[in-house]
């Protein structure tokens, strides 16, 4: 037994109340079990009880042995001052105290604890792989949901983060977030430093003109230190030096990495890629905020490196020609990973659903991901039709199976319930 199943068995009243009483063979009424309690004090909240024909409302307090109650040392915490019921598993002493005790241990179903303990003991993909696929639709489409927006909350709790650095500058926010986006995650430390270090104040100046833009964002990274044989990157490195030391620029100081990744994705071409997006766009963010059709936002992402790219991966590196194109691959992962997010904080910070709503219908209208957590969830009989199935099965995985969260799980819960 564990204090977390003890507290899940008491909050969904999985025991059997049938002539319930205390140690004190006091008969108890459970009026309302109270409400979970996830910050300091009582593990219950608000309760109300009837123990014989007297009703208490006040807290509850839940505890494998009653012992543990001076282990904590409740009795000097004026948290606990409240306290209407001590409910432990286990009675291993008799404690000198005003409120009365209930034991649970002979009144829960064993099938239920031998269920808890085979989940909590299984080292496959997820610990009810078993049983999942059965779990009917709505209840998964129900879970599926809610894990979706709890995974753009805490997402959005980062970009608050970057917005307290910013005095809550959207733009330059989501230039920031965009630009890690387009690092990948081999590069994308390095690509958000970038940022950091290029304000948006300075790309407006210099967006015109995109041999600039480009200077800008290869010097800062430090791509432009070399004697470079052709002209196009000479002429970056000469404007660079120029722009350098009217804004009073220094280059990043994180390696940019390109091994053992296709071409597609050298961070020259990333980089090259959103230069030609800035360059581009204006007021990005704001534009997108206006938007209301997913396929609008793909069209304002498919841009085009220009043309020396369609020819190079690298400078002074000769390819044969093909245009780089961002591709839908990569817009959809900005959808996924950027403007959804930004878009569902901003509808958060500004109390607007509509955008939160907005993010909502996109994902559901977008591709969904191929990787290795969809595809074990794909074997497992799990649907995984969109991106919003997608997102949410990550979050599962990541946030719920790995860390063997069953009983705050829906689908955990119904598997213990047995339904």
């Known amino acids: 037994m564990t204090e977390r199943l003890l507290q899940y068995i008491w909050q969904f009243q999985y025991f059997n109340k049938n002539k319930l009483s205390t140690i004190e063979n006091e008969l108890v009424e459970i009026i309302r079990p109270g409400s979970l309690n996830n910050n300091q004090g009582p ?30 040392k409740h009795s000097s915490d004026k948290n606990y001052q409240n306290i209407i019921l001590h409910v432990v598993w286990e009675n291993d002493i008799d404690l000198d105290e005003r409120f009365p005790v209930i034991t649970l241990q002979d009144k829960v179903s064993k099938l239920l604890l031998n269920k808890y303990d085979d989940l909590m003991d299984t080292h496959a993909f997820i610990a009810c792989e078993n049983a999942a696929g059965s779990i009917d639709r709505l209840t998964w489409q129900s879970w599926k949901e809610r894990l979706l927006i709890e995974r753009l909350e805490q997402r959005s709790a980062v970009i608050f983060q970057h917005l307290s650095k910013n005095n809550y500058h959207w733009e330059e926010t989501f230039w920031w977030l965009i630009a890690r986006n ?66 009073s620029l220094e280059s990043i100081k994180i390696p940019l990495h390109f091994l053992r990744m296709r071409p597609s994705n050298f961070p020259t071409i990333r980089l090259a890629q959103l230069a030609a997006l800035i360059h581009k766009s204006q007021h990005l963010f704001s534009a997108i905020k206006e938007i209301d059709s997913y396929n609008e936002v793909a069209l304002l992402l498919n841009i085009t490196a220009n043309d020396y790219w369609h020819y190079h991966y690298m400078f002074d590196e000769p390819s044969g020609y093909k245009e780089k194109n961002i591709g839908k691959q990569m817009i959809n992962n900005i959808m996924i990973n950027t403007i959804a997010p930004i878009l569902f904080g901003y509808g958060q910070y500004h109390n607007k659903p509509k955008h939160k709503l907005k993010v909502l219908e996109w994902l559901e209208r977008m591709p969904a991901e191929n990787n290795s957590i969809t595809n074990a969830f794909i074997k497992l009989n799990i649907t995984n039709k969109n991106a919003f199935d997608s997102q949410a099965l990550i979050q599962l995985k990541n946030e719920y199976c790995n860390n063997k969260r069953c009983l705050e799980c829906s689908i955990g819960n119904k598997l213990l319930k047995g339904l």
């Open 43 to 72: 593990d219950f909240l608000n309760a109300q009880i009837r123990i014989n024909n007297t009703v208490w409302a006040g807290n509850i307090e839940l505890h494998i042995k009653s012992s543990d109650w001076l282990l904590h």
């Open 182 to 247: 387009f690092g990948i995650k081999v590069n994308a430390d390095a690509f958000e430093q970038i940022a950091n270090s290029l304000s948006i104040n300075i790309l407006a100046k210099n967006k015109n003109q995109i041999h600039q833009v480009e200077a800008l964002l290869f010097g800062q990274a430090g791509l432009l230190n070399t004697d470079f044989e052709e002209k196009y990157p000479q002429m970056l490195k000469k404007e660079y030096a120029f722009l350098a030391k009217k804004y």
